[in-house]
């Protein structure tokens, strides 16, 4: 490992490593951004210096069927898993939708979400994503709305386009649904959500001015300090929240006047210029894809900063924004780094191959798979896979190289419960504690 002066550990984290190359993988051009350089002091005025805000690991769970389980089997891993995610001290855990194909056997993730937030008492939820092409945004409003105050705002709706798949036909959206209509969709659900009478007169959406009930922005009613805790709770002591408190939000949402927005907190999937584009001109944080190495999430957020300034924000705003971006990506703890990457290369390329293979687009359009292999391996270069401490390493230089903190980690990539439980159990207690 590089040995640094004491100097230079006094201005970030002891460990952090300069991230390993990787091929940029998103359509986005760059733009000022130089892959395989970082920006500029200019360029990255938008994001917060690495020392002002925690990193915050969350899990991030697709509910996987790997070959041989059954969706009941690929479900209850996930419900074990977000309950052992609180005990372990981890800040979040974000869950999957997917519909038709085994990829993923979650096909609504904010009802999953209900059951969680019941299960749990502290750690927060969020949908990572709520397809909003496949949904009626007023219908998800009123789910999100009804989670965020009965949770008492633990809640986080993460929203995003999906693909063109067979969904659209089967839920009688219509791929036009997919192509032009989410940013009618996603102004809907926010005007839902920050509103108390919505009407909507669209080329998708039109009905006369309704009252919101319940509204997602009146105050919360906050648990005391005990049931926050777990105190007393049939399901046994919970580890004290080293990340999370009480007052945190999971995103943020700012007006033109940089003031925090009521409600739950929204964020964006972004895998596109105009996914990014769209998320700056509403305010909302992103959510970037596992595929996405430092310097693709470099350009994505040069391409936010752009687009934010331009909607007449201040950087300041940026500065409050930049720490709520998520970043989605794959963990695996192991003693040694090469049994961590054997156990991904071993279970990962199967599901991906019998889960994304199972796609069927909505018009017959053609569509091409990564090799399973190759995708596997790239993911085990981009994110965290090997002992704590280069977990942990890996984790606080992408923070430091971009300004992001809060990362939703695929945990489940060996395909096996047990496993699974045991990967999040180390990430609380051997790499967590490395990113104070």
Not at 173 to 187: M, W
Not at 267 to 284: D, H, Q
Not at 346 to 366: I, N
Request: contains cysteine.
């Amino acid at each position: 490992m590089t040995k640094t002066s004491p100097r230079a550990e006094t201005r970030r984290p002891v460990g952090v490593r300069p991230p390993a190359p990787g091929p940029a993988l998103t359509s986005v051009p760059p733009l000022t951004a130089v892959a395989g350089e970082p920006l500029t002091a200019v360029q990255r005025s938008g994001a917060l210096p690495p020392d002002t805000a925690p990193v915050r690991v969350g899990a991030f769970l697709l509910s996987a069927q790997f070959p041989g389980q059954s969706h009941g089997e690929a479900l209850e891993r996930t419900v074990r898993t977000a309950v052992e995610a609180e005990r372990a001290g981890l800040d979040s855990v974000w869950l999957a939708e997917h519909h038709f194909v085994p990829y993923g056997v979650c096909p609504d993730a904010a009802t999953l979400a209900a059951l969680l937030l019941g299960r749990t008492r502290r750690i927060g939820i969020g949908t990572a994503v709520s397809v909003l092409s496949n949904r009626h945004p007023v219908a998800l409003g009123e789910q999100a709305a009804l989670l965020h105050l009965t949770s008492g705002g633990r809640f986080t709706l993460g929203v995003g386009r999906g693909g063109p798949w067979i969904d659209l036909e089967v839920f009688g959206s219509g791929v036009a649904a997919f192509e032009t209509g989410f940013p009618e969709r996603l102004d809907l659900l926010l005007r839902w959500l920050r509103g108390s009478r919505v009407g909507a007169d669209g080329p998708q959406f039109a009905f006369p001015e309704v009252a919101v009930v319940p509204q997602a922005t009146e105050q919360l009613r906050r648990p005391g300090l005990g049931s926050w805790l777990g105190l007393g709770e049939p399901t046994g002591p919970v580890r004290f929240p080293r990340q999370r408190q009480d007052t945190d939000a999971l995103g943020e949402e700012l007006t033109t006047a940089g003031r925090p927005v009521a409600g739950p907190p929204v964020v964006v999937a972004c895998t596109s210029p105009g996914g990014v584009k769209l998320a700056a001109e509403r305010g909302l944080p992103m959510l970037l894809g596992m595929h996405s190495g430092d310097d693709d999430k470099l350009r994505m957020l040069e391409l936010y900063r752009t687009a934010w300034l331009a909607a007449g924000r201040s950087e300041e705003q940026l500065r409050r924004v930049t720490r709520q971006h998520v970043a989605a990506g794959v963990a695996q703890v192991d003693d040694r780094t090469s049994t961590a990457r054997a156990t991904l290369l071993s279970a990962m390329p199967g599901w991906f191959e019998y889960g994304l293979g199972a796609h069927r687009t909505v018009d017959g359009r053609e569509r091409k798979m990564r090799d399973p292999h190759q995708y596997t391996e790239l993911l085990c270069d981009l994110h965290p896979v090997g002992t704590p401490r280069q977990c942990a390493d890996r984790l606080l230089a992408t923070a430091e190289r971009t300004g992001i903190r809060r990362f939703a980690l695929l945990a489940e990539g060996s395909g096996d419960r047990e496993a699974t439980l045991h990967n999040i159990a180390r990430l609380g207690s051997e790499v967590l504690p490395q990113l104070s």
